[in-house]
């Protein structure tokens, strides 16, 4: 018997239009209504998952930057907390300036950016579109090395992002020789950084000794190399149909596509 559903966001839950599907919705309300709890467990801040979170009728703690942060879905208080040491974010956004590469920093529930760019850009259009209350702060400053060195808040990811996957691949690997951080991909156009040992493997952890479930009662559900550690640490993993290589191989079971509700055909299979 399943007990909880860990469900990464982007390239998961949502389809491509970044949209919760009705099928997925319907079939995470019965779940609940069987009294499985379902964990929004994603990459993004706790900014930009809440109001997926709320779409899917969930009060349960909300897993946001990979692991580095739990939340409580109503209140917003931290529950756990791994951030990066601020030496660490300095030595990285001087690697990514150095190759030229995108690159945006969170500190607390703020986005930090030196211009608007691919995610920066995307969350400022979405802002538009959004009340007040789910809108993710977004900050452009002339320095974030300043905003980082002047910050009394450890900064909890940094996030880089390039359409030009050579240099990606290069700008990752000299930052993977910090031994301090760990690094880790969302999307196939980027590498985000976080504290070493962050996961959303050691998140769920932390939830399921919090509700005393055990690690065979968990499903993971997830696309990106980020859903690693949960899809392994979960008494099942499951991988989306448009999964990389690596969560397809490292998953239990292969469900439908974020666009074809494998959400929802996942939770039909196993715990509806």
């Given at each position: 018997?399943?007990?909880?559903?860990?469900?990464?966001?982007?390239?998961?839950?949502?389809?491509?239009?970044?949209?919760?599907?009705?099928?997925?919705?319907e079939?995470?309300?019965?779940?609940?209504?069987?009294?499985?709890?379902?964990?929004?467990?994603?990459?993004?801040?706790?900014?930009?998952?809440?109001?997926?979170?709320?779409?899917?009728?969930?009060?349960?703690?909300?897993?946001?930057?990979?692991?580095?942060v739990?939340?409580?879905?109503?209140?917003?208080?931290?529950?756990?907390?791994?951030?990066?040491?601020?030496?660490?974010?300095?030595?990285?956004?001087?690697?990514?300036?150095?190759?030229?590469?995108?690159?945006?920093?969170?500190?607390?529930?703020?986005m930090?950016?030196?211009?608007?760019?691919f995610?920066?850009l995307?969350?400022?259009?979405?802002?538009?579109?959004?009340?007040?209350?789910?809108?993710?702060?977004?900050?452009?400053?002339?320095?974030?090395?300043q905003?980082?060195?002047?910050?009394?808040?450890?900064?909890?990811?940094?996030?880089?992002?390039?359409?030009?996957?050579?240099?990606?691949?290069?700008?990752?690997?000299?930052?993977?020789?910090?031994?301090?951080?760990?690094?880790?991909?969302?999307?196939?156009?980027?590498?985000e950084?976080?504290?070493?040992?962050?996961?959303?493997?050691?998140?769920?952890?932390?939830?399921?000794e919090?509700?005393?479930?055990?690690?065979?009662?968990?499903?993971?559900?997830?696309?990106?190399?980020?859903?690693?550690?949960?899809?392994?640490?979960?008494?099942?993993?499951?991988?989306?149909?448009?999964?990389?290589e690596?969560?397809?191989?490292?998953?239990?079971?292969?469900?439908?596509?974020?666009?074809?509700?494998?959400?929802?055909?996942?939770?039909?299979?196993?715990?509806?």
């Amino acid at each position: 018997m399943y007990k909880l559903v860990a469900i990464d966001l982007d390239g998961t839950l949502l389809n491509s239009g970044k949209i919760v599907s009705e099928r997925n919705k319907e079939a995470i309300k019965r779940a609940i209504e069987k009294g499985i709890k379902i964990i929004v467990c994603s990459g993004r801040i706790y900014a930009g998952a809440k109001g997926f979170a709320r779409q899917i009728y969930t009060n349960e703690p909300l897993v946001a930057c990979n692991g580095a942060v739990i939340k409580d879905i109503d209140t917003g208080e931290i529950l756990y907390s791994n951030s990066l040491r601020h030496d660490d974010c300095l030595e990285v956004i001087e690697i990514c300036r150095a190759k030229g590469i995108y690159f945006h920093v969170y500190i607390d529930d703020t986005m930090y950016t030196e211009k608007l760019g691919f995610s920066s850009l995307y969350y400022w259009k979405r802002n538009q579109e959004l009340p007040e209350k789910d809108r993710v702060d977004i900050r452009v400053v002339e320095s974030l090395r300043q905003v980082v060195k002047s910050s009394s808040t450890p900064p909890s990811k940094v996030v880089a992002i390039s359409e030009d996957p050579i240099m990606l691949s290069c700008t990752r690997k000299h930052i993977e020789e910090i031994s301090t951080i760990s690094v880790m991909s969302s999307n196939y156009d980027n590498f985000e950084v976080v504290n070493h040992g962050v996961s959303k493997a050691k998140a769920l952890s932390f939830i399921s000794e919090k509700f005393g479930i055990k690690r065979e009662e968990i499903i993971a559900i997830g696309d990106n190399e980020n859903d690693y550690s949960m899809i392994q640490f979960a008494g099942i993993g499951i991988a989306m149909g448009n999964a990389e290589e690596i969560i397809k191989n490292a998953a239990d079971y292969i469900t439908l596509t974020n666009n074809e509700d494998g959400v929802a055909h996942a939770l039909n299979k196993f715990v509806l």
